[in-house]
């Protein structure tokens, strides 16, 4: 038998807002979105779906592929990360890339895009066009792989006769293309490096610094776009400095924590704003 609602009182569906994470690229800097993907889940904030560029992809896929994310930051801490460099003679990269791809296909579960928990997308850039290549479909770490694949460093991947190359070179923090995803509010995760903080003493030390400012003038653009910003102060941890993952990893996790009384508050607005 049924209960009737006393009168007077009404059952209110409380609608969950859409959230969608654009998390951008920062090589070993960006161990920091696992920080931030811990306290959202300890927090039992439902995402949506991620937009991943770079490590933001490699990040994003593991964890909408279900794998723990306590698990993987053990794993990048103890990880010997010179293992995985496969050099190969230099023609358009210095590292295959094999190894990480292995790696990735077993952090990923072997899957599919499609196959995955939530909705994820990798983003990539075309070398020939210069075009944003955004995977939605298909085996997962060659789409991560590619994302990945820093220019000079990586060998690039070749896909339905195009060549890949690193997403950030395009969308360091995939914010328009998070748009895509029709969701009610975008937090970007912005993990790239300030490029006040590179000291120059080389040759090498001047080319850094020119991508930087590029890409920070770029990514300035991008996180115009979303409702919210996160950004870990990881200070002078370089995109290499894989050893230093505990440390990014804690520092994303207080960069969320601060984070998520305004995103509570949000969420509550729009859960008031749907009811009325």
């Not at 895009?113 to 085996?139: Q, R, Y």
């Not at 990881?234 to 207080?254: S, V, Y």
């Amino acid at each position: 038998m049924l209960n009737r609602p006393k009168e007077g009182v009404r059952a209110v569906a409380q609608k969950t807002p859409k959230i969608i994470l654009a998390l951008g690229g920062g090589g070993a800097r960006g161990f920091a979105h696992i920080g931030v993907l811990q306290v959202f889940e300890e927090a039992s904030l439902k995402i949506s779906g991620i937009v991943g560029t770079s490590m933001g992809a490699l990040v994003g896929s593991t964890y909408a592929a279900e794998t723990d994310l306590y698990y993987l930051a053990r794993l990048v801490d103890a990880l010997g990360w010179e293992s995985l460099i496969d050099f190969r003679l230099p023609t358009l990269g210095l590292i295959d890339g094999v190894k990480v791809q292995t790696l990735i296909d077993l952090l990923t579960k072997g899957k599919k895009i499609e196959e995955l928990s939530l909705p994820f997308w990798a983003v990539a850039t075309d070398l020939h066009t210069g075009e944003e290549i955004v995977f939605k479909e298909g085996l997962l770490a060659p789409a991560v792989r590619a994302s990945i694949s820093v220019p000079g460093i990586f060998h690039p991947v070749e896909y339905n006769q195009r060549i890949l190359v690193d997403g950030a070179v395009v969308a360091g923090v995939p914010v328009s293309i998070a748009r895509q995803m029709e969701g009610d509010l975008v937090i970007a995760v912005n993990v790239g490096f300030d490029h006040t903080q590179h000291r120059i003493n080389n040759v090498f030390d001047v080319l850094s610094k020119v991508q930087d400012i590029m890409g920070n003038r770029l990514d300035r653009f991008q996180m115009e776009l979303a409702d919210l910003t996160i950004v870990p102060q990881l200070g002078n941890i370089g995109t290499m400095h894989f050893h230093r993952a505990k440390e990014c990893i804690d520092i994303g996790r207080k960069a969320a924590e601060a984070a998520l009384p305004q995103i509570k508050t949000w969420i509550q607005k729009f859960q008031q704003e749907k009811n009325e």
